[in-house]
């Protein structure tokens, strides 16, 4: 089946190599454009993609252009805005449905491309991964964009197609927002599951390896794993914690001087960001992970991406009661579920898979069932060509 049809500019994330944000992107629309069901373009507005690709061309059947923004020169923005109508003029495609596939809000940095592109042809689809109201305000330009971007998503149903959320929380902002003019669907997070080969994991209970991944932001909770991991080292000297990610440099440097005043510290690897192969071979060497999330409100409203990989991993999991987490995750059938903000909660977890290493593979058996039902990228991205070809 071929629909070459539909012509995708995705904007506002990288698909290639990043965060979190990439690989929701890139695990929604790898399995649509292998296929050939659609073409894709991706409009990145800076260099966040972490392997370099260069500024301009094509990678695994996408169209790209990074176009640059100078903070320190504020005339920048005239070439930033000339490069991003260029590429979505250029991309173009006559006869098919051409489509903006806007990851998270409009905003300053995207509204003039968001309204070039409509008066062009395009219809707007907006991914809502966050709740703004909720996010921390960092540096001036940045809690501008965040305070407009409340104005523009309450404006934004007079000019967008459809809102995908990534929650029940974000589901329903957006059905507010909407206000039955517009259709609201909910597409929770995915995980390309063949990253993740089953084949029965020997558990080694003399070398156990504790995984984190993320930003090291505040809501991850990542002060309370540390100081969960350096209370449980004292009783097991054989376990080990990996970090990996990527965070704002001032989060990241308080993990780092944190670790460097761990009794643990010689057993806490910090590996930074992995690009993709590396990461899954990291992830897939390791038997317990942890998704920390505090008790706030910007925790409660989104989904955590990397909990769908440790569920696929079939290894240990532990999680806390944050957002839409309960409704996938039962404790002591698929995971290890507890109260967020509780160091003491995160020992007696960590201790129930160190103490009883057979639950890593029971419980992660069920973890594994539980990503296969509810976040495997191959069915829930055609879900995405549904709101595609519905629009």
């Not at 059947?61 to 005239?78: K, T, V, W």
């Not at 390309?192 to 156990?208: A, E, R, T």
């Not at 109260?339 to 960590?350: C, K, T």
């Not at 990503?371 to 069915?379: G, I, L, R, V, W």
């Amino acid at each position: 089946m071929s629909n070459q049809g539909l012509n995708i500019m995705v904007m506002g994330v990288s698909i290639f190599d990043g965060m979190a944000g990439s690989t929701r992107v890139r695990n929604l629309f790898a399995p649509l454009i292998g296929r050939g069901l659609l073409k894709a373009n991706n409009l990145i507005y800076e260099t966040d993609n972490k392997v370099p690709i260069g500024k301009e061309g094509r990678l695994n059947e996408i169209n790209f252009r990074i176009i640059g923004f100078r903070l320190g020169n504020p005339f920048s923005i005239f070439s930033f805005w000339g490069r991003g109508m260029s590429f979505l003029r250029k991309n173009k495609q006559s006869g098919s449905k051409n489509i903006i596939y806007n990851y998270n809000y409009p905003d300053l940095k995207n509204i003039v491309f968001l309204m070039y592109g409509r008066m062009i042809g395009y219809k707007i689809v907006f991914d809502i991964i966050e709740d703004n109201r909720f996010e921390a305000h960092v540096g001036f330009v940045n809690k501008v964009r965040i305070k407009t971007s409340l104005v523009l998503f309450k404006l934004s149903r007079h000019f967008t197609k459809a809102y995908i959320a990534i929650s029940d929380h974000l589901y329903k902002r957006a059905e507010e927002n909407a206000k039955g003019k517009i259709p609201v669907h909910l597409i929770p997070i995915t995980v390309n599951l063949n990253y993740f080969k089953i084949n029965g994991h020997q558990v080694n209970k003399n070398d156990l390896k504790i995984f984190y991944g993320g930003s090291f932001a505040p809501k991850d909770g990542l002060s309370y794993l540390l100081d969960a991991f350096e209370e449980v080292s004292k009783k097991d000297n054989n376990i080990k914690l990996v970090l990996t990610g990527l965070g704002n440099p001032a989060d990241v440097d308080k993990i780092k001087e944190k670790i460097s005043g761990s009794a643990a510290k010689e057993r806490i690897l910090f590996k930074g960001f992995l690009a993709t192969d590396e990461y899954y071979a990291v992830l897939n060497s390791c038997d317990i992970f942890c998704m920390t999330r505090v008790n706030s409100k910007f925790a409660n409203a989104g989904f955590p991406f990397k909990l769908g990989e440790f569920l696929a991993s079939g290894k240990g999991v532990i999680a806390t009661r944050v957002g839409d987490v309960p409704k996938y995750l039962h404790n002591g059938e698929n995971s290890l579920l507890i109260n967020p903000d509780s160091v003491s909660e995160i020992v007696q977890a960590l201790s129930t898979f160190i103490n009883n290493p057979e639950k890593i593979n029971t419980l992660g058996a069920a973890a594994r069932r539980t990503a296969e039902t509810n976040f495997d990228s191959d069915k829930i991205s055609m879900e995405l060509l549904s709101i595609f070809n519905s629009i």
